[in-house]
């Protein structure tokens, strides 16, 4: 028999921060409540009777029963995250706005690590009838063994949905957690508890009246901070193959100049400008008497590298975001971006579909080209989703505005994080 001590805090910091289930892997992912959901969390677990002497330990409850310590764990997180979100949907209440009493609350938040994706939807129903139930589809893993893993560190993969479960009941709510890709097993579990995490903030946020405009937007206080920032970055390089100059800002204005010599190059970096409201000014003389491959290389490549530049250390940023087009008509496309420092690109797009060699003057080839290019030297990790399909040139336009709609978010500075960085390692530089 276990007793546990907790507590949940919103935008607080615990004090003492205790992160103590006597599972040392399952302490690592309620760490990501602390770092994600801004949330402040102290767990504490211990046997009935048992001496201060006997318990020490990260793992020392690791051959105990672990599916008692995960409910008693996830009924006490679940308690404490209702009572958020009661007192978030009373302040609205309080702000004039009754309605948000009888109104069904959902959030949906993707989580991109370069070796899973995992996408979490959290509801609030209306009706206490439906509360508890789980949409839960992790397994297997990983791929070693081929069923996928038992065990990440101590922790019996068994009983993460029954965790899960006991949360989603406590709080009221239901909850889904899909893996949508993901090849190994500690990064899937991962990607789930920070999907998590995440789609509770924004839940906690729309609860309390904080839509994405109030949050996010052009009069908003996040958007004030960027610009006493002034991100900037600037480059100019020249080879016998390519001169190209690159001027960036990040809080700007959504204005473009860009200038490469082929027009679908200029028209997908435009794209992630209107997307993102970066401004952006590229000029580009390159041998596109030779091919197009050295300059869309060349600009993505010279602009990843500006990017990560104006971005700095990355502190204080919202640094994740999940966004997605839909291209009138034809395709819709999802990006999923961390500003992570562990670049990493993965994507579905069938360009090949309809077996086309360009898209009017660029090569299809250099399409994933130009993606990988600004991943790789922006240095973050982003999955990108095919939602619906379309011919090659729908599919790169609903891409390069679902990219820049999210790196828009995630480059938006989060004013309640004042400077840290979004991580339970506590930076992103090593």
């Not at 921060?17 to 409540?33: A, E, N, R, S, Y």
């Not at 390519?242 to 190059?265: E, F, R, W, Y």
Request: hydrophobic share 35%.
């Amino acid at each position: 028999m276990f007793k546990v001590s907790a507590s949940v805090l919103d935008l607080k910091k615990p004090d003492p921060k205790v992160l103590d289930t006597g599972i040392g892997f399952f302490d690592h992912m309620l760490d990501q409540l602390n770092s994600h959901a801004q949330v402040g969390v102290s767990v504490e677990v211990k046997r009935l009777g048992e001496n201060v002497e006997e318990s020490s330990g990260k793992n020392r409850f690791a051959n105990s029963d672990q599916k008692e310590i995960v409910e008693i764990v996830g009924d006490a997180l679940g308690c404490g995250i209702q009572n958020i979100l009661e007192n978030a949907r009373s302040q609205s209440c309080v702000d004039n706005k009754r309605e948000i009493l009888d109104k069904e609350f959902s959030s949906r938040f993707c989580c991109p690590l370069d070796e899973a994706l995992v996408e979490c939807i959290i509801t609030i129903p209306t009706s206490k009838e439906d509360v508890g139930a789980i949409d839960f589809a992790l397994a297997p893993y990983g791929i070693y063994p081929a069923g996928g893993r038992t065990k990440i560190g101590e922790w019996k993969t068994e009983n993460i949905e029954h965790f899960f479960d006991t949360v989603a009941t406590k709080m009221g709510a239901r909850i889904s957690l899909k893996k949508i890709r993901g090849h190994n097993g500690h990064h899937v579990v991962e990607s789930a508890f920070k999907a998590f995490s995440r789609a509770l903030r924004n839940l906690i946020d729309s609860m309390s009246g904080k839509t994405e405009a109030i949050m996010w937007g052009p009069s908003s206080e996040s958007f004030f901070a960027g610009s006493k920032l002034e991100r900037t970055g600037s480059l100019s390089r020249k080879t016998k193959e390519t001169s190209i100059s690159v001027d960036l800002k990040l809080d700007g204005t959504g204005k473009s100049n860009i200038n490469t010599g082929i027009k679908v190059m200029d028209g997908l970096l435009t794209n992630i400008v209107d997307g993102s409201g970066i401004s952006l000014e590229v000029e580009c003389n390159g041998d596109l008497w030779v091919d197009d491959h050295h300059t869309t290389e060349d600009v993505s490549i010279a602009i990843g590298q500006v990017l990560n530049k104006a971005l700095g250390s990355k502190g204080g940023l919202n640094r994740m975001w999940t966004a997605s087009h839909n291209f009138p008509g034809g395709a819709t496309v999802e990006v999923v971006m961390d500003l992570s420092n562990r670049p990493c690109l993965t994507h579905d797009l069938k360009l090949a579909e309809y077996n086309e060699e360009k898209v009017d003057d660029m090569s299809i080839e250099m399409i994933e080209h130009v993606f990988d290019s600004l991943v790789m030297n922006g240095q973050m990790t982003v999955h990108i989703v095919q939602l619906k399909g379309g011919r090659a040139g729908e599919l790169t336009t609903a891409a390069a505005i679902a990219f820049g709609k999210a790196l828009g978010r995630c480059i938006a500075v989060d004013p309640r994080r004042a400077g840290a960085t979004a991580s339970s390692k506590g930076t992103l530089s090593v």
